[in-house]
């Protein structure tokens, strides 16, 4: 059975940090590519950060470049998304996104709230 768990979310103030991890199961993790997507209430979801699948190489959306970083550790199936210098406007639901190119197969993991205030 396929699990994406993300975990890390809650409640933070502003200029805060966050650890987002997501664990992986029931597929091979290291043949997945990985992203995080977010969705804030009344918008659409967003990509956030991707990383390939040995780790090489990282895509950011430009509104979070310099604050979030996203990694992976195969040999733990888990992928990370370190968010520094949070603002209101991160506030969403972060969710987990894995994808292979062969077979385009892919899954989702349930989300994890992310809230930014004072």
């Known amino acids: 059975q396929v699990q994406l768990v993300e975990s890390g979310g809650g409640l933070v103030q502003p200029g805060g940090s966050l650890r987002l991890s997501c664990a992986a199961s029931g597929f091979t993790f290291s043949s997945y590519a990985m992203s995080w997507y977010r969705q804030a209430p009344g918008k659409e979801r967003e990509l956030v950060a991707s990383?390939?699948?040995?780790?090489?190489?990282?895509k950011y959306a430009d509104s979070v470049k310099g604050r979030f970083t996203i990694s992976r550790d195969n040999a733990k199936n888990t992928v990370y998304l370190q968010m520094n210098s949070l603002k209101p406007e991160d506030t969403a639901v972060y969710y987990c996104y894995a994808w292979e190119l062969t077979t385009r197969s892919d899954y989702w993991g349930q989300g994890t709230q992310v809230t930014v205030s004072s």
């Open positions: 990383i390939t699948t040995a780790g090489g190489n990282t």
